[in-house]
């Protein structure tokens, strides 16, 4: 029997501004993978642009992978030219949806509050949502890790959360693309603290919440990442376009 209070893990791929339908290809290569090699104890989801979700959905009918998008509107429907609904990603054969990621943070000047507003939007569209959070370069030279992370947990994930609804990302920005990881000991220290902030909000619940690192994971260092405490499962950038090394970060979760 599953303990209710253990996290399912989650490799989780962002393919960010990047893949045009050709990179269907990509999704085949790796759907192919997951069903000739042994079966990972961990879900498998891949996020690409809005513009390849219901394609890649239907293409991964079938199979153990998941596809999610990169963003909502906090809104139901409505006049905002542009945007995209929880719903609506719903509608196209989505699963989940990451909300504040950093780039979003950083490019759009996306509040924690507003990141929350997308998590309940996402809920109420009967999805899970995967809420990033990370410190910058200069936040963690001021010693500012856990204080910076602590603030983002306590106001972008909302009070309808639980662990079959949410999953969280750590992601040091300073990590994002640049090939630099923190040690394994500082994201056992970040996900511990996550841990217990979920652990004083939601009770014994917050155990089961999957929490997922991100920032320059590869097949070279995923094993080591995920083998850290409380590391549930990785969120992928860059090393998710490939399926060939996609996969390969999976390894991590072959046994
Ligand atoms: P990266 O990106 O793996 O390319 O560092 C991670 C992310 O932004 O989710």
Redesign the pocket.
């Known amino acids: 029997m599953t303990d209710p209070l253990q996290p399912t893990p989650l490799t989780a791929g962002?393919w960010k501004m990047n893949g045009l339908s050709a990179s269907t290809g990509e999704l085949a290569a790796l759907i192919h993978a997951v069903n000739t090699k042994t079966a990972p104890t961990c879900g498998i989801l891949i996020c690409p642009p809005y513009t390849l979700i219901a394609a890649m959905a239907a293409q991964a009918a079938g199979s153990t992978v998941m596809i999610g998008a990169q963003d909502c509107h906090a809104a139901y429907s409505g006049a905002h030219t542009g945007d995209i609904s929880a719903d609506m990603i719903a509608d196209a054969g989505a699963t989940h949806i990451i909300v504040g990621?950093s780039e979003r943070r950083a490019d759009h000047g996306e509040s924690s509050e507003l990141v929350k507003a997308k998590a309940v939007a996402t809920h109420q569209a009967g999805l899970i949502a995967i809420i990033c959070v990370g410190e910058t370069d200069a936040e963690r030279d001021a010693g500012k890790t856990l204080e910076v992370v602590g603030d983002q947990i306590a106001r972008s994930i909302p009070d309808g959360s639980a662990a079959e609804n949410t999953i969280i990302a750590y992601?040091p920005v300073w990590?994002?693309?640049t090939g630099r990881t923190p040690t394994v000991e500082d994201v056992a220290d970040v996900h511990s603290a996550i841990r217990s902030a979920l652990v004083a909000r939601f009770g014994a619940s917050g155990q089961a919440f999957a929490l997922l690192y991100?920032?320059?994971?590869k097949p070279s260092n995923a094993s080591e990442l995920m083998a850290a405490a409380n590391v549930n499962g990785a969120?992928?950038?860059?090393?998710s376009l490939k399926a060939t090394d996609f996969d390969g970060i999976i390894d991590a979760y072959r046994v």
Request: glycine share 34%; net charge negative.
């Open positions: 962002n990621h992601e990590a994002i693309g991100g920032g320059s994971v969120l992928v950038g860059g090393a």
